[in-house]
């Protein structure tokens, strides 16, 4: 499974990307093959407050329903709309393509407690 | 947490790059390549199903067609040999203890195929109202002496006439033979045009120690027409577009065979006296209070089972089975609502999470094949 050295990780399985002073969101490849094929994301809307640990959103495969952690608190600034007509996009590019938001992080401290590359490697690549 | 129980299969899967999770006790595979993949390659092509999960039980003597008469709901006395029939075990209220085939494999000779997850269930409620003689009646469970292989999809027949000198356009829908013998395998099977998908295929049963054997063959005879082994994950789509019944979701102790418009399976005029007739002869005569029907989502939305489903704001029901269906590429479900609500074109409200999204009652099966 593919474990972008530059991203930070949460233990729900979402990959967080630093870009000055805002933070991206989605799911990662680990999670994007146990779910199987996506036919469903339901995303937060511009403006929604999103808080550490709770539910923001739900990713659906043919089989079941996932709901999606916020790894961060924050303000929603900006949703991936093409998910909605593209939810394919999260089995072909989790890290690319299948951004789900961005948020402008209300607690920065936060970040600390997320796993760094290697350490959500160890956790998804260990047999 | 007990050991899962896995299917004589097994160690065949991990080749074709099985992905298995524990389904009702069972390490079996939800998926091999995707389940959306998987389903369209069975409904354009053919799709191999390891499905020994299920469970046999033989019931054979001078007073079985007695017994399973007093059993179950349809009229076990249509049968001929080489036939199987589609029947239903109730309780006294109706409530449902199990759906299955009866296969009639001699006079006096019966093959229950049942579901997996109610085979000892099934084997002890048989047991309990068996008030003949050992002489008379043998009710047996033979389900780890059997694999059960389904071959389904529109090539289905043209890949098993390849290894078999039997005539299999002989064999028609609901009908099977016994002692077929398949390439060159150490043990005959019964071959059965009976499946699970809504296309076209066969269920094949053989001895536990041919399965792997059986299952290399059929793979290999398969391979250019595009055959490809299925997991429960694309079974349960493909049987939920074509509209058969899931024991626990459309069916169960609570809902009766009548409310999931199981009618046809369900002979309240035949002679017998069979358990639950009375409670079931009067759902029939009276009309029943809810209904299963057909959803589509009109909102943006997948109805999943267990959904709480409303009509202007009033508790209507809830969704038994919903998906995506893969074929269909329509959000649909199948729900058991109130029954003045259920016809075509109704709007209702599907609880997803925090929303109440709508939907309208359509017509079922939502998959049919062409002939």
């Known amino acids: 499974m593919s474990v972008p050295k530059e991203l930070l990780y949460s233990k729900e399985h979402e990959w967080v990307k630093k870009e000055d002073g805002k933070v991206r969101i989605g799911i990662t490849d680990f999670a994007q093959d146990e779910l199987g094929d996506i036919v469903f994301v339901e995303l937060p809307e511009p403006g929604d407050e999103l808080e550490v640990n709770e539910p923001f959103g739900s990713v659906e495969s043919v089989k079941t329903v996932s709901e999606l952690y916020a790894p961060i608190s924050g303000k929603v600034i900006e949703v991936n709309e093409e998910l909605e007509d593209s939810p394919e996009f999260v089995n072909e590019s989790p890290y690319e393509k299948a951004w789900m938001v961005v948020i402008e992080p209300s607690e920065e401290t936060e970040l600390d407690d997320l796993l760094s590359a290697d350490a959500y490697d160890e956790i998804v690549n260990q047999d | ?371």
């Not at chain 2, 129980?5 to 298995?20: H, V």
């Not at chain 2, 390549?33 to 999960?53: M, N, P, Q, Y």
């Not at chain 2, 290999?220 to 299925?230: D, F, R, W, Y």
């Open chain 2, 1 to 371: 947490m007990s050991e899962l129980k896995r299917t004589p299969l097994f160690s065949a899967y991990e080749k074709y790059g099985a992905k298995t999770i524990d389904f009702g006790g069972w390490d079996l595979p939800v998926q091999f390549t995707g389940i959306k993949h998987e389903h369209e390659a069975t409904r354009t092509k053919a799709g191999l199903f390891d499905v020994s999960h299920m469970g046999e039980i033989t019931v054979k003597g001078p007073k079985s067609l007695d017994f399973l008469q007093k059993m179950v709901t349809n009229d076990v006395g249509k049968l001929t040999p080489n036939r199987a029939q589609y029947t239903l075990m109730c309780y006294e209220d109706g409530g449902t203890v199990d759906d299955f085939l009866i296969y009639m494999l001699d006079e006096d000779d019966y093959l229950l195929v049942v579901n997996a997850a109610n085979t000892d269930k099934d084997y002890q409620w048989l047991v309990s109202h068996n008030t003949f003689s050992d002489s008379e009646i043998t009710i047996e469970n033979v389900s780890n002496e059997i694999v059960q292989l389904a071959l389904q999809g529109p090539y289905a027949e043209e890949i098993l006439q390849t290894v078999t000198e039997t005539d299999l356009s002989d064999i028609r829908f609901f009908r099977f033979q016994q002692a077929v013998q398949l390439g060159q395998l150490n043990d005959i099977a019964l071959v059965s045009r009976t499946g699970y998908t809504g296309e076209d295929g066969f269920e094949i049963y053989i001895s536990a120690k041919s399965g792997i054997a059986l299952w290399e063959l059929i793979l290999q005879a398969g391979k250019n027409k595009g055959l490809e082994p299925i997991g429960l994950g694309a079974r349960d789509t493909l049987r939920f577009e074509a509209n058969l019944p899931l024991y626990g979701q459309e069916i169960s102790k609570e809902i009766s065979p009548i409310e999931a418009g199981l009618s046809f399976a369900v002979k309240v005029n035949k002679q017998a006296d069979f358990i639950g007739k009375q409670a079931l002869r009067y759902q029939v005569e009276n009309g029943v209070e809810r209904k299963l029907v057909g959803i589509e989502m009109v909102d943006k939305g997948i109805p999943r089972t267990g959904y709480e489903i409303y009509h202007n704001d009033d508790y209507a029901g809830f969704v038994t089975s919903g998906t995506q269906a893969p074929t269909l590429q329509k959000n649909i479900g199948l729900a058991l609502i109130r029954t003045e609500l259920a016809n075509e074109g109704v709007e209702l409200t599907v609880q997803v999470r925090k929303r109440k999204l709508l939907a309208k009652v359509v017509k079922t099966p939502f998959y049919k094949r062409e002939k």
